[in-house]
């Protein structure tokens, strides 16, 4: 048995602690089902926690949701931890989200790709449709068939998001461009299947393509294999993922997860935080295509300055992107 | 191959699950040892997750809820020699029902949801159910294969109306609008505080209470009615079932309908007691979870609550072990969890033979 005495003095100490704690600066991620190391979206939000980690030595606390139940009651858990600021990484935990800021409305949050409209909410998303219109270009630029192929995770509407930005873009380079569309699969498990997306690319290739963009989370290695293997381009997504496969590799779709959370984190430190919404497109560089050493040989100068054209144009409006929206 | 060795009722029943729960820990302790954790704590903070406070108790109990109709489901099935691997299928679509009424009678007073939602989950269940029992019945489709394909098709149906026809409109989560609170099943802790006992918030409802009926009522129909009768002799032998005036085909459908509907059951505690909307894979792999705690629990309507609740402990004290210990992540809980499976479902002969050998040398000398 504890004496009272030591027990309230443990009391005393254990409320101190907490105190603490909540006046401390302390950040939180939660990923969503695909994983930290699904090499695209999810890994891409871990490299930014990661990064500020690194830049400024403060530990930050993780957890990979395996249920629906599990954000809720993750996010509470966090929030009654003393992390001051969570960002949510995913549009599945829109409502977690709403339900667990209510309930502690001093804990920011931030969400990625979806937007919750409270006091304590930041809502991050991405002009997809920009990027996929700079891939969709750069496909049927490069595409000698004049056939490009398109492989989506599940079937959402952000992911129709992708398809549609993609096909606008390789249409205004060549009006008569096909663009074959498919979609993994119709559960979350349509994120995590690089069998099955390595198949739907083969069939694309049979049907002439010979240049693939996924969006397709974990899937899309095996896009981007079945594209290397058959001698063909792939569309990386998310991350920059040119570096897989060197030369088979055209460009990534890059959605820069981990600057918003790198910035969420920033600024919640130095105390410039804000909530409401924010979208990040081409003009803040939230989205775009990569360009490096791996895909350097792939992407001639002529493409390089189309696309810089292109991205111009449409950060000045002078391009038009329609943005897929849900009815 | 021989027959299992005979133990007595309380080595069947208790002891022997026991040990095998023992035995799969005891590996789990040695990964998380090779992963460089203490097992010890680790287990402790397995057992303080899952049962250490009102919070964790209450998370473990609504797992567990769902854990209880989907093993209730299979275990249905199974005492009519079928195997349903449907039950995650049937879970989803019942729980289309169950959505439906309560986004179409939202504004209604609870007692007049409830009722309706509790039918709607348990029909639309038992209609997922029913096409493969009739191609098994009538075809001779096999019900193993039909199920399993069943799953997909339930899945590619809930995506295809949750993105085109339930969405709320303007948002990218394919989630169909809140339920009015007239469809929330009361939590526990409301339901405590109006007696006076204080309990934490947590999504622990009313359905738990259900799926205790439902198991009791499962109970009552297997081993105390005509029904349940023919039900369990089909299941054994279907000759003699047929020697004995009863149709296998008919016993094929019956079973699988009422399968189907407590299967159904899960959307009750999912979306009326803690999600309140409809959402895509809300059941969660709860439908093969069922399998497992069906199997541990002996295909019997006590030993499943007690294989849920088990199951449950390892859903909730598995996610606050990743949490506190982020060497040991989601992937490591479900190697540990595959354990119990194995252990205590495929491999539950193991220790049989041994244990039947020493229980008969200390009786007869």
């Not at chain 1, 380079?173 to 099955?196: L, S």
């Not at chain 1, 010979?210 to 058959?230: R, S």
């Not at chain 1, 100068?301 to 000045?316: C, D, F, G, V, Y």
């Amino acid at each position: 048995m504890i004496s009272p005495r030591r027990s309230l003095a443990l009391l005393i100490l254990s409320g101190a602690v907490r105190l603490a704690a909540a006046a401390d600066f302390q950040p939180a991620i939660v990923y969503d089902f695909g994983g930290k190391n699904d090499r695209s979206f999810n890994q891409s939000a871990s490299e930014g926690a990661e990064r500020f980690k690194k830049d400024t030595g403060i530990a930050f606390r993780e957890f990979e949701v395996t249920n629906a139940a599990q954000r809720e009651q993750a996010m509470a858990q966090l929030a009654r931890r003393g992390a001051t600021i969570i960002v949510a990484v995913g549009f599945t935990q829109a409502s977690a989200v709403e339900k667990v800021a209510k309930e502690f409305p001093a804990v920011k949050f931030t969400i990625i790709d979806a937007v919750v409209d409270l006091p304590n909410v930041q809502s991050v998303n991405f002009r997809e449709q920009e990027s996929s219109f700079l891939c969709g270009m750069a496909a049927a630029m490069a595409s000698k068939t004049g056939k490009v192929g398109f492989v989506g995770g599940m079937d959402i509407p952000l992911i129709r998001k992708f398809a549609l930005g993609y096909t606008e873009g390789a249409k205004y380079v060549n009006p008569a461009v096909e663009v074959f569309q498919n979609m993994t699969g119709t559960t979350p498990a349509a994120w995590g299947d690089p069998t099955k997306g390595a198949e739907l690319a083969k069939s694309q290739i049979g049907r002439g393509a010979d240049v693939i963009f996924h969006a397709a989370g974990n899937t899309g290695g095996g896009v981007m294999q079945a594209a290397k293997d058959a001698g063909k381009l792939s569309i990386g997504c998310d991350s920059n993922q040119d570096y897989l496969h060197p030369g088979s590799v055209l460009t990534s779709a890059v959605k820069r997860v981990d600057v918003a959370v790198y910035k969420a984190f920033t600024d919640e430190k130095n105390g410039t935080w804000k909530p409401g919404p924010v979208v990040l497109g081409l003009a803040e560089d939230g989205v775009g295509y990569s360009l490096d050493e791996y895909n350097r040989k792939v992407i001639t100068p002529e493409m390089e300055a189309r696309l810089n054209q292109a991205r111009a144009n449409i950060i000045s409006g002078k391009i038009k992107v329609s943005e897929y929206k849900a009815q | 191959m021989s027959a299992p060795a005979k133990l007595p009722r309380w080595a069947e029943l208790g002891l022997l699950p026991a040990i095998n729960l023992v035995a799969a820990l005891l590996l789990s302790g040695v990964v998380v040892r090779i992963l460089g954790e203490n097992p010890w704590s680790a287990f402790k903070l397995l057992a303080s997750g899952a049962f250490g406070s009102q919070d964790s108790i209450g998370y473990t109990l609504y797992y567990a809820t769902n854990f209880i109709f989907t093993g209730l489901a299979v275990a249905v099935a199974y005492h009519a020699g079928l195997f349903n691997i449907g039950a995650e299928g049937q879970a989803y679509i019942g729980g289309l029902g169950t959505g439906l009424v309560c986004l179409w009678l939202g504004a209604a007073p609870f007692w007049v949801v409830f009722p309706l939602a509790v039918l709607a989950g348990a029909v639309f269940g038992a209609a997922w159910a029913f096409i493969p029992a009739w191609l098994q019945a009538r075809r001779g489709s096999h019900i193993v294969i039909t199920t399993i394909m069943f799953n997909f098709i339930a899945s590619a149906l809930m995506t295809y109306l949750l993105v085109n026809v339930l969405i709320k409109p303007g948002q990218q989560s394919p989630e169909s609008r809140e339920f009015a609170p007239g469809a929330f099943m009361p939590p526990i802790h409301e339901l405590l505080g109006r007696v006076g006992i204080a309990f934490t918030a947590t999504p622990f409802n009313f359905a738990f209470v259900l799926a205790l009926v439902a198991a009791a009522l499962v109970w009552l129909f297997i081993w105390r009615t005509r029904w349940g009768y023919a039900l369990r002799v089909a299941g054994e032998n279907a000759a003699a079932a047929v020697y004995a005036g009863i149709s296998p085909p008919r016993i094929t459908i019956g079973a699988m309908l009422l399968s189907g509907a407590l299967a159904g059951g899960l959307g009750l505690n999912e979306l009326m007691g803690a999600q309140h909307r409809l959402l895509l894979d809300f059941p969660g792999g709860a439908g093969f979870v069922g399998i497992a705690v069906a199997l541990m629990g002996r295909n019997h309507p006590v030993g499943i609550v007690l294989a849920a609740v088990l199951f449950g402990a390892l859903y909730q004290g598995g996610s606050q072990l990743s949490f506190d210990m982020p060497k040991i992540n989601r992937d490591m809980v479900v190697v540990i969890q595959g354990l119990v499976i194995l252990l205590c479902g495929a491999m539950e002969n193991l220790f049989r033979g041994p244990l039947a050998a020493l229980l008969r040398r200390r009786d007869v000398p």
